[in-house]
């Protein structure tokens, strides 16, 4: 069975950082592309972050880029997110997600799916 299950949100000010984590059991997430995206109330859920399957490659929601920074430690088979410079805009449910062919933006094309972990970022 799989799961991924995030961990690491939280409440921060804003400036502040965070690092999420991302736990895969049943699949090997060095054979996987991988995102994290979000979904902050009343909203769609959103693209942040993603990396190709061999992590060649790291794709960016512009209003991230040069603050978030994805990553993977094959070893402990986990996916993190490190968010810096934090803002207001950046308050949302976080998930992490594997696609089940190449690495894309679109959510319908992942089908692993975590439980997200809720990052609130205060003013």
């Known amino acids: 069975q799989v799961r991924l299950v995030e961990s690491g949100g939280g409440l921060v000010q804003a400036g502040g950082s965070l690092r999420l984590s991302c736990a895969a059991s049943?699949?090997?997430?060095?054979?996987?592309?991988m995102g994290w995206f979000r979904q902050a109330p009343g909203k769609d859920r959103e693209f942040v972050a993603g990396m190709s399957w061999n992590g060649g490659r790291t794709y960016y929601k512009d209003s991230v880029k040069g603050r978030f920074t994805i990553s993977r430690d094959n070893a402990k088979n986990t996916v993190y997110l490190q968010m810096n410079r934090l803002i207001p805009e950046d308050t949302a449910l976080y998930y992490c997600?594997?696609?089940?062919?190449?690495?894309?933006?679109?959510?319908?094309?992942?089908?692993?799916w975590g439980q997200g972990t809720q990052v609130t970022v205060s003013s």
């Open positions: 997600a594997a696609p089940q062919g190449p690495w894309t933006n679109y959510a319908t094309e992942y089908g692993y």
């Open positions: 049943g699949l090997t997430l060095s054979n996987y592309a």
